[in-house]
């Protein structure tokens, strides 16, 4: 049982590609830099069709793709941006996450940005998570940003892990006799083997955060509302600190009555972090796309809605996956929203890793409650995850505060 290997991004062997040094590295990076200018030039005469008529927006967009590609040595890795991978608000969280075509609050656009005009009019939105049996918790505020040409949404994302036992230094590493320094066997191999013991006075402890601004806005390009999301990501776990940069891209349409189809590519032009010793880890481009249709019935002020996505990861295949098509994976998730008098919902969904999800909604005329668990895979031990969201009118605070 090895006690002298600290998991963290910066030493752990999870890299997809890439060795450090040797003549066959740097001719293998060289050629990886030459496909990713050419998948670059590509991506960028594809977004000029679809580009809003703003040339700060094509300046943002070409400058962001340079600096992606600027760097000397860097890492493919598949985790690292969680805190925007898990959050969402409790009424999109029971629904499995099932999102990429939902509109209607500020939270929506973190699922596709497309949806950043669509934010209704409960538009001012707090969710806290508690996750994994309470170790990990998260606080999600998302909001518009009013006076522009263009509609624009911001959240704000905080994630963060408390003491997490550090282990590198408490094993006392002396071999089978347990004096250092004699060099007989098991000694510094970094084991604990017979005659070795652990110090747990010197046991440490350490936290993990990582605080994320989701920025997107939208527009209209024939039948499709459009949208655009650059997201920047601040990670620090012990004394470590890196921060990164990403792209999100998506696209919203009603294909027939009361259907939505929705399409989001995160991570576009390959998203990165950037740590403080100068290791750089990129994240590959994730496509997901969806179909939901909501059925109104006649005779009931009842409405049931019904939704499917399809999430596929170019980092490839996972024992997660639902689907496998060569050496690529994807999952799926499905959700279910009943309605009732617009004031009382519940949901059922699926998510990503296979876990049932589900909640429930009260809505009145100026602000919503709601409520959502996650089962964790059976057999972890992790029991159930909970979510609470608020969202509220700010036009109706505004208005309240300028009476008091």
Known sequence: MAFNRFIHPLNYPS????TKGGEQSNIRHTEQKAKYLKQKVALIQTLEILRPDNSGFRMTLLLFLMLSSGFSQSYWVKYGWQAFNSAGDARILALGGAAVTDFGTSVSPLFNPAASGKVGIHNLNYTHQSRLAGMINSDLLGFPIQNFSRPLNLIIIHEGIDQIPDTRNILLDFGLDGVPGTGDIGEGNGTLDEGERLDEDKLAYFSQRQLGLHLSTSWTKDAFEVGMAVKTLFHSIGEHSASGIGLDFGVLAVPWKNGRFG????????SWQVWENGTVERF???????LSHTHRFEDLPLTI???VNIVWESG?????????LDNHGANYRLG???????KIALRLGRNAIGSTTGGIGLSWENLSLDYAF???PSGSGLGVSHMVSLAVNSKWIRQYLEKL
């Not at 890299?15 to 890439?18: D, N, S």
């Not at 490839?316 to 496998?324: E, F, Y």
């Open 15 to 18: 890299y997809e590609g890439g």
């Open 263 to 270: 399409l989001t590519i995160r991570d576009i032009t390959t």
């Open 284 to 290: 590959k481009p994730t496509a997901i796309g969806g």
């Open 305 to 307: 809605s019904g939704m």
């Open 316 to 324: 490839g295949k996972s024992i997660d996956d639902d689907i496998h």
């Open 336 to 342: 279910l929203n009943g309605v009732y008098d617009n």
């Open 374 to 376: 996650l089962n964790e």
